[in-house]
């Protein structure tokens, strides 16, 4: 065999040495965590709120699923129309729950007060909760319907008093829970 030969080959075992590590790595990885999606039911939980009472996902309401955390920007950015949201349509039966994936309860409250927080809060510190719905980047919300099923899944902030998502409130409000 010559030396050219010989060095091709030396180059082929070793990228067919690291085409199996890399293989093999990437089937040890952990799976991506399973995402609630369009269509799909709310996962039902239970997390305690800023006074450390146990709340879980109330049943046949119009709901806007908010996760969240103290030291997001884009977070702290919508949380006035949220507000503002809230106090337009809480009469009408949306209730808003912003679940804070922040470790220290603590950090809640006073951050509550300065931004004008009138809907729920709740704390999932081990982000148990946010997982489960598949939630990694901040802030997700999902809209969910009386019936319990995710109508909307929205990604990065928003400006909660836009006509198009006040319509779709609204629309959602109007309907009446099926069965």
């Known amino acids: 065999m010559s030396e050219g030969h010989s060095m ?9 040495i690291f085409t199996g590590i890399g293989s093999i790595v990437w089937l040890s990885l952990p799976e991506a965590p399973a995402s609630v999606r369009q269509g799909a039911q709310a996962i039902d939980f239970k997390l305690p709120d800023v ?12 709901m806007l699923l908010n996760f969240w955390a103290t030291w997001c920007p884009p977070c702290r950015e919508e949380i006035p129309s949220m507000a503002e949201l809230h106090d337009k ?10 679940i804070s ?19 729920q809060v709740l704390h999932d510190a081990d982000s148990a909760v946010s997982r ?27 400006d909660w008093m836009s006509r198009p998502i006040t319509q779709t ?9 099926q069965g």
């Open 8 to 16: 091709k080959y030396r180059w082929l075992l070793v990228m067919c």
């Open 101 to 119: 994936v922040d470790h220290r309860r603590d950090d809640l409250s006073a951050f509550m007060k300065e931004y004008r927080m009138p809907f």
């Open 169 to 177: 409130i609204e629309g959602m409000l109007e309907k009446p829970p």
């Open 51 to 62: 006074q450390g009472v146990m709340q879980t996902l109330p049943k046949g309401e119009v």
């Open 132 to 158: 489960s719905y598949g939630v990694f980047r901040y802030p997700e919300s999902f809209l969910v319907d009386r019936n319990g099923t995710v109508l909307h899944h929205l990604i990065g902030a928003k």
């Open 89 to 98: 349509y809480a009469s009408r039966g949306l209730k808003i729950i912003a």
